[in-house]
């Protein structure tokens, strides 16, 4: 199987609502790469500046807990791949439907560049009653 990189075009953690299996949350990971690029360039940001990117991420991700709602009900999580259509996936990986959020709050959070790869971070979360009003 190819690396990562090459076969997964997003990924996704959706938390949901245990008896219902309503979606509450969900956290996108766009991945962009130039699979020829990738092939031929080698990387441009050192480690450590990759590991700068990482923690900003990482810090984002933390603080989210200011403005995410919170979520009282016992929940589960499903880990979902996007993948091109022509790829060998894990015999352990099954289809799922696309898992969305009717008319979600979205937060869109800072980008991951390695300048062979980016991944695009964006949260969305289901409406509490009380902000629309």
Not at 1 to 15: I, L, P, R
Not at 42 to 64: G, Y
Request: overall charge negative.
């Amino acid at each position: 199987m190819a690396g990562s990189w090459e076969v997964t075009k997003n990924s996704s953690c959706d938390y949901e609502q245990g008896p219902t299996n309503e979606v509450l949350e969900r956290w996108n990971f766009s991945i962009e790469t130039d699979k020829e690029l990738d092939k031929k360039v080698s990387r441009e940001n050192s480690d450590k500046e990759i590991m700068r990117e990482i923690q900003a991420i990482m810090r984002q991700i933390a603080s989210s807990i200011t403005y995410l709602p919170c979520l009282d009900e016992p929940c589960i999580f499903d880990v979902l791949a996007y993948t091109d259509m022509d790829v060998a996936i894990p015999f352990t990986w099954t289809e799922s439907d696309p898992k969305l959020i009717a008319n979600p709050q979205m937060v869109k959070l800072h980008s991951f560049d390695t300048k062979i790869g980016k991944v695009d971070t964006l949260v969305s979360y289901k409406n509490d009653e009380w902000d629309e009003q």
